[in-house]
T-cell receptor, first 114, second 114 residues
Framework: DTGVSQDPRHKITKRGQNVTFRCDPI?????LYWYRQTLGQGPEFLTY????????KSRLLSDRFSAERPKGSFSTLEIQRTEQGDSAMYLC????????????FGPGTRLTVT | GNSVTQMEGPVTLSEEAFLTINCTYTATGYPSLFWYVQYPGEGLQLLLK?????DKGSNKGFEATYRKETTSFHLEKGSVQVSDSAVYFC?????????????FGTGTLLAVQP
C-alpha cells in the first residue's frame, strides 16, 4: 500500500492557462474526493466519485473546473482559464465505501497562478 | 448548514504541557467527528474519530470525546512533545450519507517548544 499520490506536487502557471492535476488513490479504494485548501483555511469539498461515477459537485466547482475518473482508478482535475483566485492546495482523498469515514489524503498539489 | 468552529491559533506550549484545542460543531442529525493532523510538508492524517455521542476517540496520547449536549469534540493531550507541532483540523461528516464528505474547521497551529 503506497498511499494516495498526487502529481505534480507544485504547479506555477500564468493566468488564463489550463492546468491538469492527477490523483492515484489507494488501489482498492472505490471512493475518491477532491478538496481545495487556501492559506489559513481548512480543506473544502469540491467533488466526489464512487468508482467512475461523479456523484456530487460543490458549488465551489465552477464551469472552469472538470474532474474525471475513467475506469474508476486514477482521477484528474482540470482547471481551464486559470484565475489568481484558483491559487490553492488541491487535495485528493480516497476511501472504501463501507468504511468511508476514514479518508486517506494525498500530499496535495500546490497551484500558484501568477 | 453543517459547520465546524475551532479555536484560533497559534497555540504555543512548552514540552510536557497539557493541550486542549476546542472544537464545536453545527450539524443536522448525528454526524461522525474527526481530528486530522497535518505535519509540515505532509498530507492530512486521520488522528482520531468518534462516530456516536459519548464515544471517546484516542490515538498517540490524544483524546477527544463526542459531546452531543454541548456539540463539542475538544482535543486533549496530557503531555505534548516537540514532535506534536503541526496543524490540527476538526471535521465532521455524515457516515452513511451519499458522499461522506468532510467539513473541516479552519485549523489550529500547535507549536511545542523544548
Amino acid at each position: 500500500d503506497t498511499g494516495v499520490s498526487q502529481d505534480p506536487r507544485h504547479k506555477i502557471t500564468k493566468r488564463g492557462q489550463n492546468v491538469t492535476f492527477r490523483c492515484d488513490p489507494i488501489s482498492e479504494h472505490n471512493r475518491l474526493y477532491w478538496y481545495r485548501q487556501t492559506l489559513g483555511q481548512g480543506p473544502e469539498f469540491l467533488t466526489y466519485f464512487q468508482n467512475e461515477a461523479q456523484l456530487e459537485k460543490s458549488r465551489l466547482l465552477s464551469d472552469r473546473f472538470s474532474a474525471e475518473r475513467p475506469k474508476g482508478s486514477f482521477s484528474t482535475l482540470e482547471i481551464q482559464r486559470t484565475e489568481q483566485g484558483d491559487s490553492a492546495m488541491y487535495l485528493c482523498a480516497s476511501s472504501l465505501a463501507w468504511t468511508s469515514y476514514e479518508q486517506y489524503f494525498g500530499p496535495g498539489t500546490r497551484l500558484t497562478v501568477t | 448548514g453543517n459547520s465546524v468552529t475551532q479555536m484560533e491559533g497559534p497555540v504555543t506550549l512548552s514540552e510536557e504541557a497539557f493541550l486542549t484545542i476546542n472544537c464545536t460543531y453545527t450539524a443536522t442529525g448525528y454526524p461522525s467527528l474527526f481530528w486530522y493532523v497535518q505535519y509540515p510538508g505532509e498530507g492530512l492524517q486521520l488522528l482520531l474519530k468518534a462516530t456516536k455521542a459519548d464515544d471517546k476517540g484516542s490515538n498517540k496520547g490524544f483524546e477527544a470525546t463526542y459531546r452531543k449536549e454541548t456539540t463539542s469534540f475538544h482535543l486533549e493531550k496530557g503531555s505534548v512533545q516537540v514532535s506534536d507541532s503541526a496543524v490540527y483540523f476538526c471535521a465532521l461528516s455524515h457516515y452513511g450519507g451519499a458522499t461522506n464528505k468532510l467539513i473541516f474547521g479552519t485549523g489550529t497551529l500547535l507549536a511545542v517548544q523544548p
